[in-house]
């Protein structure tokens, strides 16, 4: 699949910011006043950016509101009501802690359940796509929600949280790679398959369909290079999880602190580039691209 800059972000920063969320509603940090609002400030600004870039990738975004009405079906409808209401929960909860100094437990306590069930529906929109065997799997939404679990403990502060979710969500990660590798092989799904002429004997493709480029072959043939993808999983490893378990090792400092956030940031950029890149549709069978 092409990796869509707008799509990388979404998925990065509103994992992040509804990670934070999460936390937030647990109580996670403890802070009222001046210091939540400044936590709130940060979730809201990475959940809701994250879903604003979303829609540049969509052909007519002004029309995206016409999704929240597919919610019977569509898991990007349900990601977009969940969203909404994590979002409006999670506000009333923060009005209280940073103007009122009131901790409205049960308020916040719903507002993280919606905040990771956003996270979730998310996955969702990929996990439920038979068409992709490396997105159609169980460790899809897990490797979602461990992401925004880890990145939100390590925004919190949360220490030793953050540790024990970054180590797992590493574990995941490797995981993911490895039965994605075999997902589209084990799917059964091949050109004499699809075709249904599978009877007839071994089966090929004659000719491409046409001698130029076309929106399948862009959006859904993309290729990248095994020696590439194995460089930028090392990278995205070392840089998501590595790194970030390293820095919390060390005596705290404001400084580490960011740079093991930043780290982390960087290395889930790289992870959900690979996320899209090396997501097999088997439309590419067509076009002899698996």
């Given amino acids: 699949m092409h990796p869509a800059p707008s799509v990388i972000l979404f998925s990065t920063l509103s994992g992040l910011g509804f990670g934070l969320l999460f936390w937030l509603g647990l109580g996670l940090p403890k802070a009222s006043g001046w210091v939540a609002f400044v936590f709130f400030v ?25 999704a929240f009405s597919q919610w019977r079906s569509s898991w990007l409808s349900r990601e977009g009501l969940a969203a909404v209401a994590a979002l409006l929960v999670m506000a009333g909860f923060g009005a209280g802690l940073v103007f009122l100094d009131e901790n409205w437990r049960i308020l916040g306590l719903l507002g993280a359940v919606l905040s990771i069930a956003t996270v979730f529906t998310t996955s969702m929109i ?34 030793n949280w953050a540790l024990g979710l970054l180590i797992l969500s590493g574990i995941v990660q490797v995981a993911y790679w490895v039965l994605g590798d075999k997902a589209l092989a084990g799917s059964g799904t091949t050109l004499a398959t699809a075709t249904g002429l599978g009877d007839m004997g071994s089966l090929r493709a004659f000719e491409p369909p046409h001698t130029g480029s076309n929106y399948l072959l862009r959006e859904f043939a993309y290729v990248v290079a095994r020696k590439h993808a194995m460089k930028l999983r090392l990278i995205s490893l070392v840089l998501m999880a590595g790194v970030p378990v390293a820095l919390l090792t060390l005596p705290f400092h404001h400084w580490t602190a960011v740079v093991a956030v930043l780290s982390h940031f960087t290395g889930v950029v790289v992870s959900r580039w690979l996320f899209f890149a090396e997501a097999e549709h088997v439309v590419g069978l067509y076009y002899g691209k698996r």
């Fill in 42 to 66: 940060i979730a809201y600004l990475l959940a809701v950016g994250g879903l604003l870039a979303s829609t540049f990738h969509l052909g007519h975004p002004e029309r995206a509101l016409k």
């Fill in 126 to 159: 990929y996990g439920q796509l038979k068409t992709v065997p490396r997105w159609n799997m169980p460790l899809t939404p897990v490797m979602f929600v461990s992401f925004s679990l880890a990145g939100g403990a390590l925004l919190a502060g949360q220490v």
